[in-house]
């Protein structure tokens, strides 16, 4: 059995709003600031968020 990896959304601000992109079938929005790193996951839908050029993105590359 294998898990899909959450899904990750390189984004250019610190603050980000997640409903799950669902629509009847997401979650509540939630309101997220980034951490330190330019990073943050939702806590519903374990989205994470990484902001462009940070620590985080460019741990990505």
Sequence with gaps: M???APEILRVNTKKVAC???EGALGHPRV???MDQEGKVECGYCDR???L???AADKALN
Excluded: Q
Aim: net charge negative; no cysteine; charged share 20%.
């Design 2 to 4: 294998s898990v899909e």
């Design 19 to 21: 409903d799950g992109d």
């Design 31 to 33: 309101y997220l600031t």
């Design 48 to 50: 994470l968020f990484i």
């Design 52 to 54: 462009i050029g940070s």
